[in-house]
């Protein structure tokens, strides 16, 4: 059974960091391609970043030059280091898993809510 597990959100304050992470079990790991994205009620899910099985890594404009995406193979956990919150991050984050290459998957976990407030 495939499970990804985020932890590590919360409240913070304007200007304070978090760090997200996301346990995944079932799936070959170190062979996934793994993202980030969030999304706020009744708007689309938005892209945050990308951390590809080879270590390349892509980040939506909202998150270039605030936030870093790490993975850890031997773990099977990857990681959001998010700083300089701003309130327009409030969101769900949720984590995923993914190979455009046979066996082809996506899989989500169920999000971890950030709340950047006063």
């Known amino acids: 059974q495939v499970q990804l597990v985020e932890s590590g959100g919360g409240l913070v304050q304007p200007g304070g960091s978090l760090r997200l992470s996301c346990a995944a079990s079932?799936?070959?790991?170190?062979?996934?391609?793994l993202a980030w994205y969030r999304q706020v009620a009744g708007n689309q899910r938005e892209m945050v970043a990308f951390?590809?099985?080879?270590?390349?890594?892509v980040y939506g404009d909202s998150a270039k030059g605030r936030f870093q995406i790490t993975r850890d193979n031997a773990k099977n956990s990857f990681y959001l280091q998010m700083r300089d919150l701003e309130p327009e991050d409030t969101a769900v984050y949720l984590c995923?898993?993914?190979?455009?290459?046979?066996?082809?998957?996506?899989?989500w976990g169920q999000g971890t809510q950030v709340t950047v407030t006063v």
């Open positions: 995923n898993a993914y190979r455009t290459s046979f066996p082809k998957f996506s899989y």
């Open positions: 079932g799936i070959v790991f170190s062979s996934s391609d």
């Open positions: 951390i590809f099985s080879d270590n390349r890594v």
